[in-house]
């Protein structure tokens, strides 16, 4: 009876409690590396990713994965005029935007390099290190498929741009056989969006592996500008209207199983594999901002308004992250504020910590993991 009252006077703690101050665990000083860097006439910083165990730091002259307690784990060096980035479970592709180069790493360092012949547009990775880069020539754009040692699966999408319309994002599943594309195209004059869903291990009877094509007519004109698999059997469209969830169970036949309208204006989205988070205007009441969570299913997990200046939103684990570039604001997914403070140094991005109550804070001159008290 005293073990079981002590769990839930913990859990209620860990639920329940907001904390005020936090604790310094460990820093890392980046302005050495930064001025090395800038000596041998590196670019300036350009942003961390959730990786791993740790996180991706890249700029436009390499990257650096570093583990949970800031040690370099790998280098990889390189030269792109505008990196993206895509994280798939164990796996990152760095690809150079309007460039030909994509790169394919996992938590031990680069497994291989893909080199493509038209310009780069997107990249996505599955959790297995299958990478598909979205490429244009000026008459069509094209998916194709590459190991993760770099080289060309025989797997093309060929979309005519006068016809099947413009792609706009692209996601591939964990195992990297089902790949969703949205799509902007013409009708009569009028701008509209269709999703297309592709299934590249049921065989070549269909040149194109499309298994479901999907119209969002219930939200009107509704443009979706992402789309992504939340795991092998869910994935999430979010468009300028609302959002819709989706699940492909069936690999055959995906099938809307939620869909959410948003009249707000929608301000900025995050997803992780189990929640989807999106900020909106918020028209009640006097805070500007509204947070709405949901699972992967598409049923509300809690909403509240906010008024906080944010311009980063990442949902890590349990907890919902809002930072700028010199404060953070954390949420549990009750909805309870468990921290709203500031930092002394330039915030680029605030991630979980390694156990519950850290935080960890990155920035271009520094990188600490922090306990909550």
């Not at 093309?156 to 413009?166: A, E, I, Q, R, T």
């Not at 269909?206 to 979706?224: E, H």
């Not at 939620?258 to 301000?267: G, T, V």
Request: proline fraction near 3%; glycine fraction near 10%; aromatic fraction near 12%.
């Amino acid at each position: 009876a005293l073990a079981a009252t002590a769990a839930l006077v913990l859990s209620r703690y860990e639920r329940y409690h907001t904390f005020t101050d936090y604790q310094t665990v460990w820093e890392r000083d980046l302005v050495a590396e930064a001025q090395e860097a800038a000596a041998q006439g590196e670019g300036s910083f350009c942003g961390y990713r959730d990786f791993g165990d740790g996180v991706l730091k890249y700029t436009k002259d390499g990257a650096t994965y570093l583990d949970a307690k800031g040690k370099v784990v790998w280098v990889q060096s390189y030269e792109m005029r505008s990196p993206v980035v895509s994280v798939n479970g164990d796996f990152v592709a760095i690809g150079d935007q309007q460039g030909n180069s994509i790169y394919i790493c996992d938590q031990n360092g680069t497994q291989g390099q893909a080199t493509t012949l038209l310009p780069i547009l997107r990249v996505t990775v599955s959790a297995k290190g299958v990478v598909a880069a979205l490429q244009e020539d000026s008459k069509a754009s094209y998916i194709y498929l590459y190991k993760r040692d770099g080289s060309p699966l025989d797997i093309m999408v060929k979309s005519l741009l006068s016809g099947d319309g413009y792609p706009v994002d692209l996601s591939l599943s964990p195992n990297g056989t089902q790949l969703i594309t949205s799509y902007m195209y013409l009708d009569q004059g009028m701008i509209k969006c269709k999703i297309v869903f592709y299934n590249f291990g049921l065989g070549k009877n269909d040149p194109n592996r499309v298994v479901g094509i999907f119209f969002p007519k219930d939200l009107g004109d509704a443009m979706a500008g992402r789309v992504r698999f939340l795991d092998e059997s869910h994935s999430v469209i979010f468009s300028d209207k609302g959002i819709q969830f989706f699940s492909t169970r069936v690999e055959t036949s995906p099938e809307l199983v939620s869909q959410i309208p948003i009249e707000e204006n929608i301000r900025s989205i995050s997803y992780a594999q189990d929640k989807v988070g999106i900020v909106t205007d918020n028209m009640e009441g006097g805070d500007p901002y509204r947070l709405r969570i949901y699972d992967r299913e598409g049923s509300p997990v809690f909403e509240k308004s906010f008024n906080y200046q944010y311009t980063g939103f990442d949902i890590d684990g349990d907890l919902i992250l809002l930072y700028n570039d010199s404060s953070c604001k954390v949420y549990n997914m009750t909805g309870t504020e468990k921290y709203n403070g500031t930092f002394d140094f330039t915030v680029s991005k605030v991630s979980a910590g390694r156990f519950p109550g850290t935080l960890l804070v990155m920035g271009p001159q520094k990188m600490t993991e922090i306990k909550l008290q």
